[in-house]
């Protein structure tokens, strides 16, 4: 394999932070600039192989990250795991599976449920559909549409109460204990409600825009029950991804704004994707946690504003071989809902799965198997056998029936209107949940479920 290494200018400002501060990150928005300016930059050496290559060359992965932090003799699966860039229990990593991590951020609705259904008629390997992960906001969404997504095998996160109106930093990032408790244990009882999903179920949570207080919104999360969350940009690098870990040696990273110890709680680490162009014949390596967030540049370094398929399928291919030739860690294909509603992004995204799922050992799931897997991890054989009995699609009072299509919401059986709602300044709005419950009297909001 041809490498060589180049200076390239990192255009990426990573915000530092003071031990147990706020996490100051801003991911999630998709916009695009109508000039590009140069931000601060540092002098980064980057070593680069080329797509091509990577599709038919394969390196030893060497590790380049030390964690002196945690004790790797104590902390073994299934109840602990250190941060590291390479599989559980030593496994040799062309024996492991790659697994590919879909997450949607955002409601579900009647205009972006269609776009979710195209993916349930993939299959992984094992013959079973793939899976995602729906960190679900509340307002607007569709909670009987909410159970079709669980009943079809997809797991249920948590994404907030009120991000629909504070969709800003500082809002999140100074958000109080009780603050993050009511946003996030109070959707879980609201999915879990109005979705009719056990709550048990529910166990993974995403901070709006990426964007935490540090200490206490982890013990926030921990004391509402969750398991796991997903909120934390690596800012590793494309090379070199995390696999996830539990805070059992707190958060084991540099900059670490959150080192409270907390054991058997998972972080599922956003692990980069990069965008690569030049400016003025030098390469430039633009880092993203959420591929919805990524902006995609000419050759030239300007900005492309309506990127075919072609193009975004090329970037999640680029990405996609950096960890498939790599280390093999879970590869990260978080999108927000808004994302799938562009044409060309939705055909790039479905000819991807359907192009990687050509492969014996690449698998679509959610990150509750994935945690599964880190706490049991098997090969790829061990791992089809073991899955092979595929996840029952059950009949339920709150399913759709079979092949039902989601035109409009006025088919829905049970719809509760409400009218200005104060906490969205005088907003109305129709909520629906599934057909056997009664409407509640009041919006449900922060301690109003």
Known sequence: MKLFAIFVVNLILISSSVLAGPIDVTETEETYPTTVTEEP????????????????????????????????????????????????????????????????????????????????????????????????????????????????????????????????????????????????????????????????????????????????????????????????????????PFFPYTFDYGFQRENDCQEKIIPGFWDVPMNDWDVEYEVQGVKVHRECAMASACIMFNKDGSVIYHPTADEIYDLFEYNFNHYYNGNRAPFPLFLSEEWMHDEAKRNALQRFIQDKLEKHDVFFVSIDEVLQWMQSPTNVHEYIEKTKQCKPIVKTKCGLKDGEIINDISQFKRKCDYEKIDELNGQSKRMVICDDLHCPEHYPWLNRL
């Open 41 to 240: 930059s540092t002098m980064t050496t980057i070593v680069e192989t080329t797509t091509e290559e990577m599709k038919t060359t394969r390196t030893p992965y060497h590790s380049s990250f030390k964690n002196t932090d945690c004790n790797f003799t104590a902390c073994v699966a299934p109840d602990c795991q250190c941060l590291q860039d390479l599989p559980p229990n030593g496994m040799n990593i062309d024996d492991i599976p790659q697994f590919v991590i879909v997450t949607f951020d955002g409601a579900v609705t009647v205009t972006n449920f269609p776009y979710y259904q195209t993916l349930f008629d993939f299959k992984n390997p094992n013959n079973c559909p793939i899976e995602a992960t729906y960190f679900v906001s509340h307002v607007d969404s569709n909670y009987k549409l909410v159970h079709e997504l669980y009943r079809r095998g997809n797991e249920i996160g948590v994404h907030s109460i009120s991000k629909a109106k504070n969709n800003n930093q500082e809002f999140w990032k100074y958000l109080d204990y009780e603050g993050w408790r009511q946003e996030m244990g109070g959707q879980r009882q609201i999915l879990s409600k109005y979705s009719e999903i056990p709550i048990g179920k529910i166990r993974g949570v995403r901070a709006p825009n990426l964007q935490t207080a540090g200490n206490v919104t982890f013990t926030a999360f921990v004391d509402e029950n969750f398991e796991y969350d997903c909120s934390n940009p690596s800012r590793r690098g494309i090379n070199s």
